[in-house]
């Protein structure tokens, strides 16, 4: 580390927590964003800035003139490009920081393998469908998960932590609901929201990463900014839950 990284991430060097032991771990680690909108966006600036070492992006969208409120990494001329690219190049000036876009929808071997290339998952998609898949794919690779979502004025946040097994997966708390499909554009959300979302994530991941423990290894966190109120919700593992019940865990994987 040289003078100018140590200048540049002083006010992590200096908690008590996180020294510069914890921020050289950062430099070292390999993080998968999935889905680049209001949390993505967010979560990856942060992490960019924080001196994460790699960020691996997927997404297979464009970019939407509805969605600048609240994906803050683009602009009026990003308009119709891949959100990969226009992330990318924004991230690019955020620091030292190596960039692997993966402009795709993440399903099968391609997720399997981009999570086992990683230290941990950040989850910021819009749909149940991608977040069984997502949390499927680190439980077998024995990845951390932090998730977070938003809808209308209500986020939640949790870490799924292979370290916490009786814990359980995201999908002990969200059995399949007949509501895979339905996304936060088709519902509402607060921009604001998103982003405030979109940083707890960015800070949870990089606790996981330093070394920094997290009641949300146990917990659900969530915030309704409708009154201002939040609260947490001690998780256990469903006995019966397909993906990380001991039976449905892959012991070569893990």
């Not at 540049?8 to 430099?27: C, D, K, T, Y």
């Not at 399903?107 to 941990?120: E, K, N």
């Not at 001690?234 to 993906?243: L, S, W």
Request: hydrophobic residues 40%; glycine residues 10%; aromatic residues 4%.
């Amino acid at each position: 580390m040289d003078d100018a990284d140590l200048l540049r991430h002083s006010g992590h060097i200096f908690l008590p927590e996180m020294g510069i032991a914890g921020v050289e771990r950062l430099a070292r680690a390999r993080v998968l964003v999935v889905g680049l909108g209001g949390l993505g966006t967010v979560a990856a600036l942060y992490l960019a800035r924080s001196g994460v070492g790699e960020l691996l992006l997927a997404d297979p969208d464009t970019v939407a003139l509805s969605n600048l409120p609240r994906q803050i990494l683009y602009g009026d001329d990003d308009v119709g490009r891949r959100k990969t690219e226009a992330a990318g190049q924004a991230l690019a000036m955020a620091g030292s920081i190596r960039l692997t876009l993966l402009p795709e929808r993440l399903a099968g071997a391609r997720l399997r393998d981009a999570v086992r290339a990683c230290d941990l998952v950040c989850d910021g998609s819009d749909n149940f469908a991608t977040r069984f898949a997502v949390n499927a794919a680190c439980i077998e690779a024995g990845r951390p998960l932090v998730s977070a979502a938003v809808i209308r004025m209500v986020g939640q946040l949790t870490v799924i932590d292979p370290g916490e097994p009786a814990a359980g997966c995201y999908r002990c708390l969200y059995p399949e609901s007949g509501e895979e499909g339905a996304s936060c554009s088709e519902r509402g959300i607060l921009g604001p929201i998103a982003g405030t979302l979109g940083t707890l994530q960015a800070a949870e991941a990089i606790k996981r990463l330093a070394g920094i423990p997290s009641p949300l290894t146990q917990d659900l966190w969530v915030f309704d900014a409708k009154d201002m109120t939040s609260h947490r919700i001690h998780r256990h593992r469903d006995p019966q839950c397909p993906v990380c019940r001991p039976s449905a865990v892959a012991g070569p994987s893990r």
